[in-house]
């Protein structure tokens, strides 16, 4: 592991267990994130983007597993490299880790407030366990980070219960008691999907002034390619539990190459091409559902550009584009065999 | 290029081919959704089952009961269980059933009455014997039983005998069909006014609603056992037992209906701003339409979750009540009547056998409560 | 032109809060406050603004599905209009169909115990339109229309997409040729590369049955993608209305500014900067005075908190209710 990578997840595969049978949820899926950088995680519901944030925190729910792959992690704190895979999901280890070295935030912000403790309280308790704070002091912080995320008003704030908060209120609230231990990861679960374009657009440049202030990296979830342009240094894009294609921003924004992200940035209303109005050109069919996952190319059941005798048979491995681009597609893999 | 990593499917269990295929549950109703689903909560089943020979038994309870509930075997008076045999004590083996004599004796030292077994001689049952009269469902009458012993100076007491020489066997058949069938009415009429009042409330809103739910709340804010027990106590005591045990059904099925009407009324009001009811509204179809072709049937299903749910509520109050003596009283047998009997220490330290209704009471609401679990699993069948 | 539908001064009340013996509320939320609004034929007109502002509550009160407190709706048929408060519930009924609607969740649009052809079919059956065989075949014709296939009409809408179930509620509403479809967020709850074949299936439709969409949605891009004139609401107001174009190059309202300005933009290279960095949104129940944006707006003047703007016309075909818009140069989300 490279020093200035921050997470590294290699070849990750999680399962699910229904009726006797295990089917796939994540196949096979590598990320590398370094410090400081803001990774978006994009694709469709359904697709395994939040099962793959879980597994980074040990947070999977029960019918499912990783069943193998390594996920591995400069800490900081620790300073040495663990292995996420190898930790108990109860055990000490990983509560090291959870909320103090990596912490989560969720589309619905309710979930993580308890509805019968004020915000303060709830930030207090994060920032003593993490900090070692006295009481008053924890408060002190627990006022200091409500402003920092922009509540207006925040010592009045710290006294509120999270139900007397608005949507993007709670949001940043949600953020800040994140944010309360210091993590060197985030990881952020659709956190805009809510919530109204502009509370959207106030959180996200919350998040960029965070970044920057505390050089944290942060794993973005979305499905909204318009939050990603904004946001990430780097996406991955999703589909069907496989990762398709990754690299820079503009890399895969402007010049994409798989055929998914390409007739997604196509099928996608945006303002640039306001004149004419031209149909959209829609992407046919629907995705699969878990149960139906094509044999081959997860794609392959809506793609344009099938080669017949391959897309069917193996799924296509990632290549390098160029430093930063990679794709899994049959079109740019000339090669059948094992390395070129 | 370079590869960064290795990707070949290795795990492909339950990959589907390329064709969409039509699935069996696309084209299914659901009713028959939620029979699948039922079916594959095993402990439901299960509880089902339990129930469903519980209530067939004891709807039968005159044919299978060798006895009446009132008839007396003097000679074994508290009398344990008999067990039956298929082996003899000479270790031979006999294709039907016997229990061994019992004979009695005084005892020299205590001069009391004992009866001891005789394993000499045997008592073989035989089935579809013509024993007592009875009049099956006060209908019609017959002396056939599905078992009993052919000679009439014999006996035969399967769970024994209480203090009075009672079968308990027969006796725990028919409190089972009392029981049940209060549960049953009881839940039936809870349903009945919960349905129409909370339906009236849910439905119409406004001021109606108003006064339905303060009245369910006044209903409710009463504390249920000493509500019961006042009611209870207020039964006259020269009422039949018919009368009594119609006035006990309705009394708790009183204080049943405000749940469900509740429930009702929650799920009707929401119900009604469903997007498929808006849609309905806009298609043009009537009120009755709407109630009946989109509501009910969306709602049906849960309100009998719910009745299942609080079945074994309304046993369980029946036999509190009878058991503090307030509710059923012989000579009809509840769960509750039997337990009456059996409350003294003595009598459970002598005669423990007198405590099996209990264990059918127990098994029973957690039959129901297996049952409830696996509808309510069944109730929304779109959800993996 | 005359519009096709006219919408006067419509107020939409809720009671809130209810309490006392029977119920009586304590306290009144207006989502619709005082709209009038043309809908003209064969347009298809945007309502955006943010979540509680009153768009599905101004849409359903259009058709009559929520009845309005107060004002009215005229629908033209026949070179006449209808009052649709006249109506009785009967005469309503003969009224939707001409005006229909298309839900957000098509998860919960579609009544799960009925399969698809009866779900088509009902508008048909219980309006009498025709025998048997001519409604089933009305139905095949519709669903085809719509992309879906004959021999996926046995099927309940469990065995759908939400792509595909959003088709089918389209086929419903069209199953009596309406005039006008309100679709409330009609792909929102949609997966995104699924979201363009329905877009498109509306364009379809309007060109192919000459219809008229009341389009609610609250995806900027979107909207200004298939509608051809916006209607900006806020906090049950409309508070700029114009042609598309005019609303995303030069709009006149600050909170069109605002909203335009949150707009993220797919080009990595055009970083948005958003506008209203600060301020929450008001309680819908209790209004702020005066202008309902004041709170919010980075242009306030003293005057604004007194006086309520009225929605007018400042240039042909475009109003805004706003004291400033005259004065004011903002920005739009295109330059
Ligand atoms: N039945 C009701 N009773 C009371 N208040 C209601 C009711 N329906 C809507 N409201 C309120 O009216 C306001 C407008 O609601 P409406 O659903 O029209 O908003 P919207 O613009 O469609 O929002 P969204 O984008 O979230 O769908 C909100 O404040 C809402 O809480
Ligand atoms: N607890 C669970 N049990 C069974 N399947 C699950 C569970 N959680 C997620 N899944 C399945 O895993 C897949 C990926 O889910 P998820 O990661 O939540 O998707 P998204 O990309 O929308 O975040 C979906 O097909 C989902 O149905
Ligand atoms: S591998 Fe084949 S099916 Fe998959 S995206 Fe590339 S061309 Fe299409
Ligand atoms: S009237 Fe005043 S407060 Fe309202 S939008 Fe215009 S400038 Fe802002
Ligand atoms: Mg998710
Ligand atoms: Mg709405």
């Known amino acids: 592991m490279n020093q200035d990578t921050l997470l590294e997840i290699k070849n990750i595969y999680i399962s699910v267990e229904l009726d006797g049978h295990s089917l796939p949820i994540v196949e096979d899926v590598s990320l590398s994130l370094k410090a400081g950088e803001i990774l978006a995680l994009v694709g469709e519901s359904g697709c395994g983007k939040s099962v793959t944030a879980q597994s980074i925190m040990q947070l999977l729910p029960k019918p499912l597993k990783i069943e193998s792959g390594e996920i591995k992690m400069n800490s900081h704190k620790q300073g040495k490299i663990i292995d996420i895979t190898k930790m108990d999901p109860r055990g000490a280890e990983i509560r090291k880790i959870r909320g103090n070295e990596i912490a989560m935030i969720f589309q619905e912000p309710m979930s993580s407030f308890s509805p019968l403790h004020t915000i303060g309280n709830q930030l207090m308790e994060v920032i003593r366990i993490h900090r070692k704070a006295s009481k008053p002091k924890a408060k002190a912080i627990a006022v200091e980070m409500l402003d920092k995320v922009g509540i207006p008003g925040a010592a009045r704030v710290v006294d509120q219960y999270p139900h007397e908060l608005s949507g993007g209120m709670r949001q940043r609230a949600m953020i800040a008691k994140a944010l309360s231990c210091n993590p060197t990861l985030l990881i952020a679960d659709e956190p805009t999907t809510a919530l109204d374009v502009t509370i959207q657009a106030q959180v996200l440049t919350l998040m960029h002034g965070l970044q920057s202030e505390f050089g944290m990296a942060i794993i973005f979830i979305t499905h909204d390619l318009g939050v990603v342009a904004q946001v990430a240094d780097r996406v991955a894009i999703m589909y069907l539990g496989n990762i398709i294609e990754q690299g820079t921003v503009r890399e895969i924004l402007k010049n994409p190459k798989h055929p998914y992200t390409v007739n997604l940035i196509e099928a996608v209303p945006r303002l640039g091409r306001l004149e004419g109005r031209k149909a959209l050109v829609p992407i046919q069919g629907s995705v699969p559902s878990l149960y139906d996952r094509p044999v081959g190319c997860p794609f392959v059941t809506r793609c344009t550009r099938v080669i017949n005798n391959r897309c069917e048979e193996a799924m296509p491995r990632l290549l390098s584009m160029s430093t930063d681009h990679q794709v899994a597609c049959f079109l740019y893999d000339s090669t059948e065999g094992e390395t070129s | ?384 | 032109m005359e519009p096709l539908i006219k919408i006067r001064d419509l107020d939409v009340t809720f009671p809130i809060g209810k309490s006392g013996f029977f119920g009586k509320p304590t306290a009144y939320l207006q989502a619709v406050s005082g709209i009038s609004l043309d809908i003209h034929k064969r347009e298809t007109l945007g309502l955006v603004g943010e979540s509680g502002s009153g768009k599905t509550t101004l849409g359903r009160a259009i058709l009559h599905l929520e009845k309005p407190t107060r004002g009215k709706v005229e629908l033209r048929l026949d070179d006449e209009y209808v009052d649709l408060e006249d109506l009785n519930t009967k005469e309503l009924r003969k009224i939707w169909r001409h005006m229909q609607m298309v839900f957000q969740d098509p998860y919960a649009s579609l009544n799960p115990r009925m399969t698809v052809r009866e779900i088509i079919a009902e508008p048909l059956v219980v309006n009498r339109k025709g025998n048997k065989n001519d409604i089933l075949e009305k139905v095949e014709k519709v669903a085809e229309m719509c992309g879906l296939q004959r021999d996926q009409l046995g099927r309940y809408p469990h065995a759908f997409s939400g792509g595909q179930r959003q088709r089918i509620a389209i086929a419903r509403a069209l199953a009596l040729m309406p005039q006008f479809i309100v679709s409330d967020e009609p792909v929102s709850a949609l997966d995104v590369s699924i979201q363009a074949q329905i877009l498109n299936l509306f364009k379809e439709l309007q060109n192919k049955l000459g219809l008229t969409y009341l389009f609610i949605a609250h995806d900027l891009a979107t909207v200004a993608h298939v509608c051809d004139r916006v209607a900006v609401m806020y906090l049950g107001q409309i508070v700029e209305l114009t042609e598309t174009e005019k609303i995303f190059y030069s709009p006149k309202h600050p909170y069109t500014e605002a909203l335009m300005s949150a707009i993220p933009d797919i080009d990595p290279d055009r970083k948005m900067n958003p506008v209203l960095s600060s301020g929450e949104r008001p309680n819908p129940a209790n209004p702020p005075s005066g202008c309902r944006f004041h709170t919010r707006c980075r242009y306030v003047e003293p005057h604004c908190k007194e006086v309520q703007p009225e929605l007018s016309e400042i240039v042909e075909g475009h109003f805004v209710a706003c004291h400033r818009a005259e004065s004011l140069t903002l920005q739009g989300a295109i330059e």
């Open chain 2, 1 to 384: 290029m370079s590869t960064t990593t290795t990707a070949t499917g290795t795990l492909s269990v339950g990959v589907a081919t390329r064709e969409t295929k039509v699935k069996r549950t696309d084209t299914a109703t659901h009713w028959q959704l939620m029979w699948w689903k039922f079916r594959n909560h095993k402990m439901a089943l299960l509880g089902g089952s339990i129930l469903a020979i519980m209530a067939i038994l004891s709807l039968f309870a005159e044919f299978v009961g060798p006895y009446t509930p009132q008839e007396r075997t003097a000679k074994y008076a508290q009398g344990r269980p008999m067990g039956f045999h298929f082996i003899d004590a000479e270790n031979s083996f006999h294709l039907r059933p016997f229990v061994y004599a019992r004979v009695a004796k005084r005892n020299k030292v205590t001069l009391r009455m004992e009866t001891t077994v005789d394993k000499t001689e045997m008592w073989p049952i035989s089935f579809f014997v013509r024993a007592d009269k009875y009049k099956m469902w006060g209908l019609f009458e017959s002396d056939l039983h599905l078992f009993g012993l052919e000679n009439n100076r014999h006996f035969l007491h399967l769970l024994g005998t209480d203090q009075l020489g009672r079968d308990m066997f027969s006796r725990v058949l028919y409190a089972t069909r009392t029981s049940l069938s209060i549960g049953a009415i009881g839940v039936g009429l809870a349903f009945l006014l919960g349905i129409t009042l909370g339906g009236i409330a849910g439905y119409f809103g406004g001021m109606v609603d108003g006064v339905i739910m303060r009245l369910i709340e006044f209903i409710r804010s009463i504390p249920t056992l000493p509500l019961w027990l006042a009611l209870a106590a207020a039964l006259p005591r020269e009422w039949t037992a018919l009368q009594v045990y119609l006035s006990i059904t309705a009394i708790l099925a009183l204080i049943g209906w405000t749940h469900l009407a509740r429930r009702v009324r929650g799920k009707l009001l929401a119900l009604r701003e469903e997007e498929f009811v808006l849609a309905a509204r806009l298609s043009g179809c009537s009120h009755a339409r709407i109630v009946t072709r989109h509501m009910l049937p969306s709602f049906m299903s849960y309100m009998i979750v719910d009745l299942t749910i609080s079945f074994p509520y309304i046993i369980m109050a029946e036999t509190a009540l009878s058991f503090l003596g307030l509710g059923m009283r012989e000579p009809i047998v509840s769960w509750g009547v039997l337990l009456y009997s059996a409350q003294n220490i003595r009598s459970m330290v002598l005669m423990p056998w007198l405590l099996i209704p209990g264990l059918v009471v127990i098994i029973a609401v957690i039959a129901f409560n297996f049952l409830g679990d696996g509808m309510r699993d069944a109730a929304d069948p779109y959800t993996k």
